[in-house]
């Protein structure tokens, strides 16, 4: 298939029934304007409608048109740092309060999934070690789990991988049985109906182009009008632009890529991947795969480039990182290729809370389909004045770098290095 014939639509998007654009104006005023209608907003959106405020979600491109239609799906504990790394920097109370975050996004997905059909697939991952000494890493830590956050685990040896996965790339790894996967564009559509239903506008295409202070509260310039709100969330994650430099200086928007292979058959995937589940890996720079929700499909995603690029250029590179795993794909012919920002933070935590006035909640780091619409509900919460919306990670500094202004330039040369340490394996 030549790159033209490539779709570089998200290949979730492309079966979804997604809304055609909005067309109607914007109110003059409303109590919380939301921006960005991705899960977090969306989220949020549901919490301040269902109480009664007047919720209009704006965003600069169609529903979801950021990271919320174009992720992997796949459902996972996100917290990055450990436990020990947290309790160093903040203490034992507060570490174990952030991861304990961290498993309850999951819950509250799981959860959500019995009311938005979302193709919630209960089929767990498998995380393959990229060296010996990786999967020897992966034992100690299964074993040692900090009391009160142990996730089930089980360990998988090499000489038992083929039953999770048909290659020798790994030396073995271990399973994560409660992690799952979504179909990204139903979690959304599911999403704004929740919103939507709860009262809430959603407008797409209205990009905010400016946010001033007034009196009361804030007026937002957007080209169908400005918009007086009482409050504001700011839900642009890794598409956080001009319109707030404090917080474009601290989130770092990394593209994440994606190759869909065409229809191979059920039983071709069962062959590569025999249960069904999520893969990903112990390398720095790490991959990503799984079966498509219709079990026809190998979705993979990784870190394709060392600048930013066009998908479309990414396709080689993503093919032979494919492949590296996974030979029997060599004939494979792929159909879909897209691209989308994560947004990383400095010390590799979401944040939320407000600056200036503003409420923000973003940075999950790749890992938003359980954080963002968990964080997003309970930003919505502490919107409303209520307890149940605090969180472990209220208050934290929400750190940026000298020098940083929302362009990543430090990215080449970090990926390059994360390679090498990758290709030595250490
Ligand atoms: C390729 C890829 C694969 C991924 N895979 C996974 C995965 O398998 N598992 C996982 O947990 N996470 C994954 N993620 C991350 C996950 O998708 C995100 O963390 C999550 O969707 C973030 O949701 P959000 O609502 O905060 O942000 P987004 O969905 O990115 O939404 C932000 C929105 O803000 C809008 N916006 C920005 N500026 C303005 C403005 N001025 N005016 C109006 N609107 C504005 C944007 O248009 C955008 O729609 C992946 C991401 C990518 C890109």
């Known amino acids: 298939m030549t790159p033209d014939a490539i779709s570089t639509v998200p290949l979730w998007v492309q079966g979804a029934a997604m809304p055609p654009p909005s067309t109607q104006a914007v109110p003059a005023s409303v109590d919380v304007l939301i921006v960005g209608a991705g899960y977090t907003g969306l989220a949020a959106a549901r919490e301040t409608a269902a109480a009664g405020r007047s919720t209009l979600v704006l965003d600069a491109g169609a529903l979801g048109a950021g990271c919320s239609s174009r992720n992997g799906g796949q459902v996972a504990y996100s917290i990055k740092p450990s436990f020990e790394t947290l309790r160093a920097k903040f203490g034992a109370d507060v570490a174990f309060g952030i991861c304990r975050e961290g498993l309850d996004a999951v819950t509250y997905l799981r959860s ?61 790894g271990c399973v994560y049985p409660d992690d799952a996967s979504v179909d990204p564009a139903r979690l959304l559509l599911g999403l704004e109906r929740r919103a939507l239903e709860s009262g ?33 969330l700011l839900a642009t994650n890794g598409y956080s632009g001009p319109l ?58 990784g870190r394709a480039a060392l600048a930013e690029k066009d998908p479309l250029v990414c396709v080689p590179r993503l093919r032979q990182m494919m492949e590296r795993i996974l030979p029997q794909l060599k004939s494979a012919r792929v159909s879909h290729a897209w691209v989308g920002w994560v947004a990383y933070t400095f010390d590799t935590l979401p944040h939320l809370g407000r600056h200036d006035g503003i409420y923000y909640c973003m940075g999950y780091c790749g890992q938003g389909v359980p954080l963002a619409p968990y964080f997003g509900k309970r930003i919505g919460q502490q919107m409303l004045g209520l307890k149940e919306g ?36 250490l």
Not at 158 to 168: F, V
Not at 280 to 300: L, Q, T
Request: hydrophobic share 40%; with cysteine.
């Open 390 to 425: 605090q969180t472990a990670l209220d208050g934290l500094p929400f750190p940026s770098r000298p020098y940083y202004y929302g362009k990543p330039w430090f990215l080449a040369p970090s990926v390059l290095a994360y390679r090498l340490i990758d290709a030595l394996g």
């Open 112 to 172: 959500l999934a019995q009311e938005i059909d979302c193709e919630w697939r209960a089929a767990g991952c498998f995380f393959g070690a990229h060296t010996a000494r990786h999967f020897s890493r992966m034992v100690r830590d299964a074993q040692n789990q900090p009391r009160g956050l142990e996730q089930k685990i089980e360990i998988v040896p090499k000489a038992e991988q083929h039953g999770e996965i048909a290659t020798d790339f790994y030396h073995g």
């Open 200 to 232: 809430a506008s959603v407008v797409d295409r209205c990009p905010v182009s400016a946010i001033e202070r007034t009196g009361d509260g804030f007026a937002a310039l957007t080209p169908r009008g400005v918009v007086q709100a009482r409050q504001v």
């Open 244 to 301: 707030s430099p404090w917080h474009r200086r601290r989130v770092i928007p990394i593209g994440s890529y994606q190759i869909a292979t065409e229809p191979l058959g059920a039983e071709r995937v069962r062959a590569l991947i025999p249960r069904g589940r999520n893969i990903v890996d112990s390398r720095r720079v790490v991959v990503y795969f799984r079966p498509s929700a219709d079990g026809e499909r190998i979705v993979f995603g």
